[in-house]
């Protein structure tokens, strides 16, 4: 394992394709969660160096938008080949500012290879249509064109993937990017920037202003040259992003929270589903969006499923996630303990019974780490917050049903529409789940994690609105079509009128 020793790293904007710092030069510490030591610090900017930002990938953008596509995907290429080379030493950077377990993060470091080459490809397939035109000597197509400059906002759950669902297919489609990372996890965008500068990509294409949210990313938001935003987080700030960007008639997409559940009816393979439940639920210690966050079990099989997952809940290891034997790493900050230990006090107070769990770690060698038990409850009503709110951390709540009808109203139950899974062997069951479980994505016998980038990923409801990260999908984020007619009769044609049918 590449053994990288962070500490005293400074993260500063990257603008026109210079490494540059804000005027005021404010800087906010970057913490380890594993050991709430401190690793670095990054630059709080302003809205002048948005505006920098912004002028220098206007500029940038005309020339880009020339290059033709399968040339702009060459520089992708090369990115992901210097993500492969450099997969291991992103990895252990990503576990020490992010906190989610070594296994986790190289395999989320693969998604942004994935991701590189699969977006390159993308360069000589942005297809249009062509079509026959109503009248006589007449051609008619239609042809995808880049939109223009595109505001970028992260969170720091997946600090290097996300941001490569966003800006690749941005890229390769002609347009240019200023890109916000969260404040948690700026070491991650720098790693990222750095390779797509090393790939040569031209100066401007690529901006990064760091910063907070209500500072940088309200003046992207707001910023009148920039057409789009593609921003994934919480759903109470999505909200606030789609009002301001809906005055200023900005394309707006917004992958936002989930509250994912995994169905287990009573003729599943109970072995397979208890390893995808832990899989889903306590992976990244529930801080997915896709995460599993309740179990909607047939009455039949609940006491049995119970036992084993409390079975398998003992051997999750916690700590430290640069250990690969560690399973469970720390979640993200102190604020995020304090709002998982809520819930779980809700929880027991709302009438949950509390099968494992539901405390703070505190064992002295993980002191001073952000350490939350994986926690189990039980009896949860589907009405009860618990079971309706999103928690984020490692919290897994049982809901009992007596039939499949009632698991399918139970699981669209909830505000969100991200991701779901049923355990079953009915393949009718199966056939009926993936049409009436309301989600973006549908599992059928895996857990609710696992998306694969050439697929789209995003969900309905209060998840997002309407658009998608990720396949080809993203691409209609990211382009616009035009439509084109050539007349070559040499005489004015009228449609609809000098044609009937
Ligand atoms: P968050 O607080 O909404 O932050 C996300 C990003 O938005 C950060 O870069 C943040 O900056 C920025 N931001 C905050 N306030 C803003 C404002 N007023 N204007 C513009 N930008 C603003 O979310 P988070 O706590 O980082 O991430 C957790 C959430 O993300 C969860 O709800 C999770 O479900 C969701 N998520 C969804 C998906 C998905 O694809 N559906 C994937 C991963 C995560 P600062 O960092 O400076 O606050
Ligand atoms: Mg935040």
């Not at 595109?150 to 941001?163: D, L, Q």
């Not at 789609?242 to 169905?263: C, F, P, T, W």
């Not at 079971?387 to 505000?415: H, T």
């Amino acid at each position: 394992m590449a053994n990288i020793q962070l500490s005293g790293e400074k993260v500063i904007n990257y603008i026109n394709g210079e490494w540059t710092s804000s005027k005021k030069a404010k800087f906010v510490t970057i913490v380890n969660p594993a050991d709430g030591q401190p690793i670095g610090e990054v630059l709080q900017s302003s809205k002048e160096d948005v505006d920098l930002a912004v002028q220098a990938a206007k500029q940038a953008q005309k020339k880009w938008s020339r290059v033709p596509a399968p040339q702009r995907a060459q520089y992708l290429y090369q990115v992901g080949e210097l993500l492969k080379e450099r997969k291991e030493k992103l990895a252990s950077i990503l576990t020490q500012e992010m906190g989610k377990v070594i296994e986790e993060a190289r395999g989320e470091v693969q998604e942004g290879i994935d991701m590189a080459f699969y977006m390159a490809g993308e360069g000589r397939r942005l297809f249009g249509q062509t079509t026959p035109s109503e009248l006589n000597d007449k051609f008619a197509m239609s042809i995808r064109v880049p939109i223009g400059v595109v505001g970028i906002i992260t969170p720091w759950n997946f600090p290097i993937a996300i941001a490569t669902w966003k800006s690749f297919p941005a890229i390769v489609a002609g347009n240019t990017v200023i890109w916000k990372p969260a404040t948690e996890t700026p070491l991650m965008a720098r790693e990222l920037v750095k390779i797509l500068d090393e790939a040569g990509l031209p100066k401007g294409v690529m901006n990064l202003v760091c910063g907070s949210g209500s500072e940088v990313g309200s003046a992207i938001v707001e910023h009148p040259d920039i057409d789009v935003i593609s921003f994934t987080g919480s759903n109470e700030v999505g909200r606030a992003i789609a009002e301001k960007g809906g005055k200023l008639l900005k394309r707006v997409s917004l992958e936002m929270g989930g509250k994912n559940a995994v169905i287990v009816m009573e003729d599943a393979d109970l072995s397979l589903a208890v390893e995808g439940i832990i899989w889903s639920a306590f992976g990244t210690s529930g801080q997915r969006c896709t995460a599993c966050s309740r179990v909607i079990v047939h009455e039949n099989v609940k006491a049995e499923l119970e036992k084993r997952l409390l079975q398998e809940m003992k051997k999750l290891t916690i700590g430290n996630g640069l250990n690969e034997d560690v399973k469970i790493g720390p979640v993200i900050n102190k604020g995020a303990l304090k709002k998982i230990h809520e819930f779980v006090e809700m929880g027991q107070e709302e009438g949950a019974d509390l099968l494992a769990g539901g405390y703070i770690v505190q064992e002295e060698d993980l002191d001073g780490g952000y350490y939350y038990a994986p926690t189990l409850f039980t009896n949860v009503r589907p009405d009860m917050r618990i079971a309706q709110e999103e928690i984020f951390g490692p919290v897994l709540s049982i809901i009992p049903v007596r039939s499949f009808e009632e698991a399918v109203e139970v699981n669209n139950s909830v505000a969100y529409g991200l991701s779901s899974s049923i355990y079953t062997r009915d393949v009718n069951r199966v056939f009926a789940a993936q049409r009436d479980l309301d989600t973006g994505i549908v599992y059928i016998n895996a857990g609710t994690t696992g998306a694969e980038i050439h697929l789209p990923f995003g969900g309905t409801k209060g998840t997002g609105n309407g658009h998608r990260d990720s396949g080809v999908a993203a691409l209609d984020v990211f382009m616009e079509w035009k439509s084109v007619y050539v007349d070559f009769s040499g005489k004015l044609q009228r449609a609809q009128i000098d044609v009937e049918s």
